[in-house]
């Protein structure tokens, strides 16, 4: 029987990784077959197979390996070790922020989406004032945000047992409010005088954003119109 020989200097990449440089081989009658296993425990005769092993994630794997057919009977299977390190992530294209963001109604992206060497890159929003990374809340998705204000954006590629992630570093955007011209504003002649308390139906809209009262914007009156 001639041993295989494991591959070195696997690193991560979510790419699945052939285990063996060389498969062994045997004289006559039969075959190697193989099986994998994380721990130091032999596997049992059902996991062999003719196939080379592979293995996607980080970590130590141990290739179990034997004869297998007519002339080869109940052989103790060998092993060899070989390992798929932990790939190390960088941000190859850093977020930036958008700029020019006017308050809408809707939901707007602030940044640009981050890119790195391996792993996904997540995200966390905070409002600008906030001087320590969350540890939690983060998305994959570009963060989006809807009212007026000022934010932060924390963005990182996270520790997994395959990757090393990134320090968590932070973009700060702005979203600034709408400036409403007086003819936006629409005040409705509510009916005559009667001598009685009423007040004046007001409407604001810019473009083509109908505001809505109470939640965009507050009417106030000195005077029964």
Known sequence: VVAPQGNTGLVYDGSEKQLLKTEGSITSGGSLVYAVTTSDSAPEAAAFAEQAPSATAAGTYHVWFKAAGDNYVSNVPAKITVAVSQATAQITKEPVAK??????????????????????????????????????????????????????????????????????????VTVAPLALKQSDVNVAKNGDYTGQPHAPEVAV?????????????????????
Do not use: C, F
Request: glycine letters at 8%.
């Open 99 to 172: 700029s020019g963001l006017v308050y809408s109604g809707a939901d707007q992206e602030l940044i640009t989406a981050a890119e790195s060497s391996v792993g996904a890159v997540s995200y966390a929003v905070t409002a600008a004032d906030v001087t320590e990374a969350p540890t939690s809340g983060y998305s994959e998705t570009i963060p989006t945000a809807k009212n007026a204000g000022s934010y932060k954006i924390w963005y990182r590629v996270a520790d997994t047992d395959s990757i090393i992630g990134t320090q968590t570093a932070a973009v700060e």
């Open 205 to 225: 809209t810019a473009g083509s954003l109908t505001l809505v009262k109470d939640r965009d914007y507050t009417a106030s009156w000195t005077e029964d119109m």
